[in-house]
């Protein structure tokens, strides 16, 4: 090819090239699992004024939020997030798994494995809890219905399903048949599956179905501060699980808005001690040991197991929650 | 009869209307009988409640409410689990893509709207009625080069087209002509990123001639005029466009080499060089024959063809309807093939062939049938070209210069094998809508379509033309003067019939006449004058 047509065609294609790389004006899009709402509203603003503060320039934040799994499917599916803080590792390591959108050590570029804050599972029931409702083994009694999201679709629903195992292999023996009856029977007791967190609030509470809904411990606090003591109660179970909700940039996304160092500050931010005390007074337990000492009152001890008990999330998810999985035969055989 | 009782039946009827919502309408009839069972026992239900003694009848508030309110949370719970169910439904439906099915073909579109597929046809059926007789084709006695004619009836175009794009922008064209022996006029991808760049690559329309852009379905006439045959046709190559728009409002982004939309539009390309009237096929051969011996390949690594044009509307938006459709500009091009062969030039509707490269003239200028002349060294075009349209008036007109070097093999006039020609030609036309329909570039859209029982008749549209080719004289030292014409004139009347928007009946005459190309190369005589009227019934959708 002779120097005349390499000159045009490189023209050619630099002057598309450079066209195309001018930047746009800054968004983020974070998309959240389902109860996340209250706290990334009072999050977005302070990390909005930091920003500004920071560089002189103007970050607005969408939030999406859903079902945690569902959400994940989202972006793999083409929602152009820039962050995802999901209910789980499982479902944002999906993005690596399915399309690459995120590194392999996303969880390593983050403290806490990349969990700025975490939560655990409890019992929301009505006022003066007339079932008596004291731990999970309360839940499988006939006549007892709960109220608990799809594993399927809801990553905090398969934090729930992962505490009452939990609790059932403690009172078993590890009996692995013993705890899969257990859960069968609880799920036999649902009265609606959800398909995210929020979803089975809004049963529980607006709806007035169910006596028991198995809720993340934010929600369930949040419940008693719009609701009021008088109409519900808390009850912590004796063993629950430590719900990690990790987050990511969604590194091809972010590379491809111009976003990659605004979207890893918004992410990094979450750490600092102002957003650690947001994230303290929207009921989640902060990863800052000074700001968790300080909302540790707050928050009833119990016995946390950790997804390490399980395998870790790859393998909780193909056993339990894949096709064909515990969850699939159990809940298949309790309808 | 009691208040939680009557809800709670009533919930249930609401619930089996619900539910009537999912069910196939076959079952709605089963449902309808249900719904009125359970209104009627309603009805007994009350009826009984009003009859009887309250103080006998009425159950105690504490022996009712605790299965009532069973009931009504037994309902509650289904109404949340349909709720649920719908909201998973509607969402796996927004999920599934649309289709649809129209005058612009079939398409389907992905639910984000970042993927769609358009699968669209033509077919173009022609008549040609020739008033000569090929056989008797004679001038001075000696039969004529290539006579025109004869009558005949052909498929001209059989077309099936793909195109749509992938992630928004990412565009693509695949025509396949099933009629013709160009059996892929095109396949490209054209990346519209943003309204200013864009880029295309593949094989397409270079961007020259203005009425070659136009779409082959959406001429005013059957066949294109006498310029078109001094640009290419179709080539394989790469090409950057892009579109302005007039301050204070937007530019689009359109896919493909031809822009009608934008205010200022530009195209630059770089092609494998098809030739006048030439098309490159998908494997590099240029005409459909492979290169010359001794020639060099035209795929990409060897000459090339460049070729640029600039086109404005610079009225748009102006709130004139009288200068709002005017656009002119002008397009270009230069190469240097090297070796290769040049397409015959043929009269528009008859295609006819009158200007012939095989036919050449030895050293002492007698005609020779060997060898043949090619384009050898430098190439250039210069295309001005311009349209207006207003209402149902449409004009375009368009100059055409195109500049090569020829080479004969067997030796031209006096020894001469080398000469630089420059071939010229024009075009105006005009025409004009009848039934008062919008005339424009991109065809014409009738207001009624054709429903005779109706009173609709569709759109007429009634057009002139005069287009003149002069093939450069110094030609004539190389080709044999008896058998390719010096010049071709031609004027066309035509009437289309716009049945909707999809289906055309056009109907053309034309007459050529010519200077030269005929007769013996010592007493060169004109060609005799080509009369055709051509019909064509054409479906494009």
Known sequence: MNNRVKSVLALLVLGFATYTAQADEVKLLNVSYDPTRELYKDYNTVFAKYWKAKTGDDVSISQSHGGSGKQARSVLEGLEA????????YDVDQLYQKR???????????????????????????????????????????????????????????????????????HNNNDEAAAQAFVARLYKNAAVLDTGARGSTTTFIEREIGDVLIAWENEAYLALKEFGPEKFEIITPSISILAEPPVAVVEDVARKHGTTEVATEYLKYLYSKEAQEIIGKNFYRPTDPEIAAKYAKNFKPLELVKIDAFGGWNAAQKKHFADDGVFDQIYGSGK | ?????????????????????????????????????????????????????????????????????????????????????????????????????????????????????????????????????????????????????????????GRLLLEGYVYKDINFKVLADLASTNLLPDAYIDYTYKAPASLLVGKFKPSISLERLQGDSDGVFLERALPSNLAPNRDVGIQLHGGF??????????????????????????????????????????????????????????????????????????????????????????????????????????QSQFVDYTKTLNSSGVASNT????????????????????????????????????????????????????????????????????????????????????GAWGALQLAARWSELTIDSDTFRLLDPSLSARKASAWTIGANWYLNKNAIIRTDYENVSFTGGAGTTTAIANRPSESVLSTRFQLAF
Do not use: C
């Open chain 1, 82 to 89: 820039d962050v995802v803080t999901l209910a789980l590792a």
């Open chain 2, 1 to 157: 009869m009691n208040n939680f009782r009557r809800t709670a039946i009533a919930s249930i009827i609401n619930l089996t209307l619900l539910s009537a919502g999912n069910v196939y309408a076959d079952d709605s009839s089963v449902l309808e009988k249900r719904i009125r069972e359970l209104e009627k026992r309603l009805q007994q239900l009350d009826k009984a409640s009003a009859l009887s003694s309250p103080s006998a009848t009425a159950p105690t508030n504490a022996a009712v409410t605790p299965e009532v309110e069973k009931l009504t949370r037994k309902v509650n719970t289904l109404e949340r689990k349909l709720e649920i169910q719908d909201e998973v439904t509607t969402g796996n439906f927004q999920k599934l893509p649309t289709f649809d099915a129209g005058p612009d073909g079939f398409r389907i579109t992905s639910n984000d709207k970042q993927h769609a597929l358009r699968i669209g046809g033509a077919i173009q059926a022609d008549n040609r009625a020739f008033f000569n007789n090929p056989t008797a084709e004679k001038v001075g006695g000696v039969p004529v080069n290539s006579p025109a004619g004869p009558d005949n009836i052909l498929i001209r175009q």
């Open chain 2, 371 to 454: 060898g043949g002349v090619v384009s050898n060294g430098r190439t250039s075009r210069i295309y001005p070209q311009a349209y207006w349209y207003a209402g149902p008036i449409g004009l375009l007109g368009e100059y055409a210069a195109s500049s090569q070097h020829l080479s004969s093999n067997t030796g031209g006039k006096g020894g001469v094998n080398n000469v630089e020609q420059t071939n010229k030609a024009y075009q105006i036309q005009a025409s004009y809508v009848v039934t008062g329909e919008d005339n424009t570039f991109t065809g014409v859209k009738p207001l009624r379509n054709f429903d005779p029982l109706k």
């Open chain 2, 245 to 350: 728009a007039l301050p204070g409002y937007q530019a689009e982004k359109v896919a493909g080499p031809i822009d009608s939309k934008n205010a200022f539009t530009y195209q630059i390309g770089v092609t494998g060089g098809a030739g006048d009237n030439g098309s490159n096929s998908t494997d590099g051969r240029t005409n459909g024959a492979p290169a010359a011996v001794g020639a060099s390949s035209t795929s990409l690594g060897g000459n090339k063809e460049f070729d640029a044009r600039i086109f404005a509307q610079p009225f748009q938006h102006i709130g004139n309807k009288w200068l709002e459709g005017f656009g002119v500009g002008i397009a270009g091009s230069f190469g240097n093939p090297n070796h290769q062969s040049i397409n015959k030039q043929v009269t528009s509707n008859g």
């Open chain 1, 100 to 170: 690459k959108l995120i590194p392999e050590n996303w969880q390593s570029l983050l403290p806490n494995n990349s969990s700025p804050y975490t939560s655990t599972i409890v019992l929301l029931v009505r006022k003066g809890n007339p079932l008596h409702i004291k731990d999970w083994d309360d839940l499988v009694k006939p006549g007892v219905s709960i109220v608990t999201p799809n594993p399927k679709t809801s990553g905090g629903a398969r934090w729930n399903y992962l505490a009452a195992w939990s609790y059932a292999l403690k």
